[in-house]
């Protein structure tokens, strides 16, 4: 466990503790211990160098009123995103825009972390000014996708799994050294699929092997078990997968020794199908993803970084706000991708003389959103934009 200090106060990391390749990066003394039984009955004790750093990584990133950018988009990705607003897929292009998110004046005050693909983790501004060092100047943690991504699970019901295990302990190593301090894994549910147990348990196994060697290696694990919208399911169809995903991943975490102090979950808020004809309102979405959360979440987890899955900037920011209403055990936030960057993205439509006014849509929406996490988000003056809804059936990274 950590000391009784880190547990009850919400440290900021300082920029030093960034240097790459210093000794200092590691806390002091290990204060995390795991018991792993060996076969003759008596304990292993197994000692996280990275304890007291991955407490405190993740207390920084789960802070009162902030939240995490997404902009983790693989360049396949990220060059449907250009292709929207009619750029090429090149390098130039992906840097000019991840220069124009990164540079937002003021943006710390309601981003605590970025998730970054990895040539972005490597890559430079437009004014050769290294990525990383740009967002630990705005106290913004660098974060880094590590997943290989989904492919087909054979024996499955056309369902997936994601691929990236092998070599995630050497790989984890360099993004730590390079500055990353928390990595993001993503694995997706499908309910009109099954979802089948064989499924379910691959996704939660996965998610909990990429958990145990990312916190070995100094990376707070963002947990993202993903439920897709896909369907004309109800919102209690969705509660129920939830519950039996949730039991998983939670189970097989614990089988590997991870500790839920230094990790930080991304899923899906509980809301019904996407083709579902009953819509449900950010009450009911409330209502149940909180009695999800109660009913499976540790409260030693820091934070709930939800994903906005397809919903509307607005209606991501609404559902937010509905669970922040009352007090919780944890940090109740935001990791958004498009529901931050949509209008960001089509204000600046690739011109340069467009780049402040995208700017400022990118930082309407982070406000947007960091009064959400307080409970204090209102929806006036919201653009016609910012209202459309953005889902794509069977959206993949």
């Known amino acids: 466990m950590a000391s009784a200090s880190l547990l009850k106060s919400s440290p900021v990391i300082d920029k030093s ?31 996280s160098s990275y304890a007291d750093e991955l407490v405190k990584t993740a207390k920084t990133i789960a802070s009162p009123g902030r939240g995490i950018l997404a902009m983790d988009e693989s360049n396949a990705t990220c060059g449907k995103r250009l292709a929207s607003i009619g750029l090429e897929n090149t390098e130039a292009n992906r840097q000019a825009y991840r220069t124009l998110l990164v540079t937002v004046p003021g943006l710390g005050e309601h981003i605590s972390g970025a998730i970054l ?19 630990i100047e705005q106290n913004i943690v660098p974060g880094i996708k590590v997943d290989k991504g989904l492919v087909p699970l054979t024996g499955s019901n056309n369902e997936s799994w994601c691929q990236g295990l092998d070599g995630l302990a050497s790989r984890s190593a360099a993004y ?7 990595a993001k894994w993503r ?24 958990a145990a060697i990312s916190q070995d290696n100094g990376l707070v694990p963002i947990v993202e078990p993903e439920i897709l919208l896909d369907g004309e399911h109800g919102i209690e169809r ?31 808020m509980v809301t019904p199908g996407a083709e579902c ?40 920011t609404l559902n937010l706000n509905a669970m922040n ?16 960057q949509n209008t960001c993205l089509k204000t600046w439509g690739g011109r340069p003389e467009n780049v ?41 990274y």
């Open 17 to 47: 503790d960034f240097v790459k390749g210093q000794t200092s990066l590691r806390f002091g003394p290990a204060s995390s211990v795991r018991c792993i039984p060996n076969v003759s009955g008596s304990s292993l004790v197994v000692k």
């Open 117 to 135: 693909f990895e040539e972005t983790l490597y890559q430079s501004t437009v004014d050769g000014r290294k990525i990383v060092d740009v967002l």
């Open 176 to 182: 730590y050294q390079q500055g990353a301090r928390f």
């Open 187 to 210: 694995t997706v549910v499908s309910i009109p699929n099954g979802p089948s147990a064989l499924a379910m348990k691959e996704a939660a196994w996965g998610l909990a092997r990429y």
């Open 238 to 268: 969705t509660f129920e997968v939830a519950q039996k995903v949730w039991a998983e991943v939670f189970f097989y975490m614990a089988e590997n020794n991870v500790m839920f102090e230094g990790i930080l979950l991304k899923p899906s």
């Open 277 to 316: 004809k009953d819509k449900a309102t950010p009450q009911q979405v409330a209502d149940y993803t909180l009695k999800l959360l109660h009913r499976r979440i540790p409260p030693a987890v820091p934070g709930i970084m939800f994903l906005s899955g397809g919903q509307s900037e607005v209606e991501a």
């Open 325 to 340: 209403q009352g007090p919780n055990p944890w940090h109740v936030s935001f990791s958004y991708a498009r529901a931050l």
């Open 356 to 396: 402040k006014a995208a700017q400022e849509a990118l930082l309407i929406r982070a406000k947007a959103n960091s009064l959400a996490q307080l409970g204090k988000y209102t929806g006036e003056g919201e653009s016609e934009e910012a209202k459309k809804g953005m889902f794509v059936k069977g959206y993949v």
